[in-house]
């Protein structure tokens, strides 16, 4: 796991509060303490970590949206799934990877002058 860096900021950090729609969720007590941990873990509020989440999501995690986000769009929709079954399948193909090749595969075959994947 890439360690977290302090300069990654909360997404949105900018948006003026007259901009903004106040929102209460309740969550079971176990992922409403992981959230809070992770919140700490980054110096962010629970606020911050929150609209970072929704935002990543609705962004593909601020990837390019041309064509990137695009494309990404596209394959979902032609396999007829939503956001979070489309994430469910591409994390599954790099769960099948690592099983194959190894946890960190792409660092490992750069560092001994490889190309990634190989």
Not at 7 to 19: I, V, W
Not at 26 to 43: I, K, M, Y
Not at 91 to 108: D, I, S, W
Request: proline share 8%; glycine share 10%.
């Amino acid at each position: 796991m890439t360690p977290w860096n302090p300069t990654d900021l909360p997404a949105r950090a900018g948006t003026p509060t007259t901009e903004k729609l106040v929102v209460t969720f309740r969550f079971p007590s176990d992922l409403g303490r992981w959230l809070q941990r992770e919140a700490e873990r980054r110096g962010w509020s629970m606020n911050e970590l929150m609209v970072t989440i929704a935002d990543d999501f609705w962004t593909w995690f601020g990837l390019p949206p041309e064509p990137v986000g695009e494309q990404l769009e596209a394959d979902e929709k032609a396999l007829g799934v939503d956001r979070r079954r489309y994430l469910q399948r591409v994390l599954m193909a790099r769960y099948h990877q690592v099983l194959e090749k190894g946890p960190g595969f792409e660092k490992k075959s750069a560092a001994h002058g490889g190309k990634p994947g190989r």
